[in-house]
């Protein structure tokens, strides 16, 4: 009876506190299994990105980190399903570019806020996007498509792994600088998008490392460029964008673990340490890189931080370039 009374008393002190009554003792996380929901279909970057994570994290914790794929709606679906999640530590979120900077200004009807409903625990990677065109495409190089697209405008296709992502953006950014009209397709997740590339579908994909490099190598696409700021160690032999003649252009795809908004600080800091721990390990570095992807981690304040900076960033995208859900 007293050992009942002393628990009851417990859980009491944990409401009062507003704590949810799980993770009282940050200590003692997690005594069960824990979901990483992933907003997009298996195979993709940020998917990869998730299992490789979460099976570390099993091994370091010794509970089960498993990924749960909720594609959908530029990745809103898996979003909105952790935001409303109990802020336990028990469902978390790897987040793409899309769902924790683009979508807020994407979409006008959207039910979360990234910086209200999510806490940070850390940047998890970054993957390179490459654009890439389909074999029979009358173009050698980025001024090529360039001219190809002014010339018949409105006529190429191309798709992404979903509205609000990267790939999307970067399309829309690309339509912007280039002044030229190309019409979006988006699809849930990236290889869905090379599929259609590859079978002429599609003119061209700005695709994840992850999904581009290996039908690069089997000469089923073309490459042209990467949309990052400098060369990428995946294919060193591309240009940037902005050496290719679009001075500025920058879309960097990047992927971060969060938590619904009111986890408390220290499973929050707990988690940080485990995922920092993890994405610090040799292993888990070269799984990654051998997809395409680095390794990014820090601190939940600098990940905070750098949403912002993101979300301002491709507020000003998608005011210029007039991109739209459909």
Same mark, same amino acid.
């Given at each position: 009876m007293r050992i009942a009374t002393s628990m009851l008393r417990c859980f009491a002190l944990a409401s009062l506190c507003g704590l949810p009554v799980a993770v009282a003792n940050a200590a003692d996380y997690p005594a069960r299994s824990v979901r990483v929901v992933v907003g997009a279909v298996a195979g993709g970057g940020v998917d990869i990105t998730g299992r490789v994570v979460a099976a570390k994290l099993s091994e370091q914790i010794g509970q089960q980190f498993f990924v749960d794929n909720r594609p959908g709606a530029g990745g809103n679906v898996g979003s909105e399903f952790v935001a409303k999640s109990p802020p336990d530590g028990y469902t978390l979120l790897m987040? &793409?570019?899309?769902?924790?900077?683009?979508n807020p200004s994407l979409y006008k009807d959207l039910a979360i806020d990234p910086v209200r409903d999510f806490a940070p625990v850390s940047r998890a990677a970054d993957s390179t996007n490459i654009l890439v065109v389909h074999p029979a495409l009358p173009v050698?190089?980025?001024?090529?498509?360039i001219a190809l697209a002014r010339s018949r405008p409105g006529d190429l296709v191309y798709g992404s792994s979903g509205v609000g &992502?990267?790939?999307?953006?970067?399309?829309?950014?690309?339509?912007?600088?280039a002044r030229v009209k190309l019409v979006h397709v988006p699809y849930k997740g990236g290889p869905p998008s090379m599929i259609d590339?590859?079978?002429g579908r599609l003119q061209l994909v700005f695709a994840t490392a992850v999904v581009a490099v290996p039908q690069m190598q089997a000469g089923k696409v073309k490459a042209l460029a990467v949309t990052i700021a400098k060369r990428s160690a995946f294919a060193p032999a591309l240009t940037t964008m902005a050496e290719a003649g679009?001075?500025?252009?920058?879309?960097?795809?990047?992927y971060g673990l969060v938590a619904p908004a009111k986890t408390p600080p220290e499973l929050v800091a707990r988690l940080n340490r485990e995922v920092v721990l993890a994405l610090n390990s040799a292993d888990v570095r070269e799984s990654l890189f051998k997809q395409g992807i680095e390794?990014?981690?820090? &601190?939940?304040?600098?990940?905070?931080?750098?949403?912002k900076s993101e979300i301002a960033k491709w507020r000003r995208v998608v005011q210029v370039s007039g991109a739209t859900p459909n």
């Open positions: 987040g &793409t570019i899309a769902v924790l900077a683009i050698k190089n980025v001024g090529d498509l &992502t990267a790939g999307h953006l970067s399309g829309e950014l690309f339509s912007s600088m590339l590859i079978a679009l001075p500025g252009f920058e879309a960097n795809n990047w390794a990014a981690p820090g &601190t939940p304040e600098e990940f905070g931080a750098y949403m």
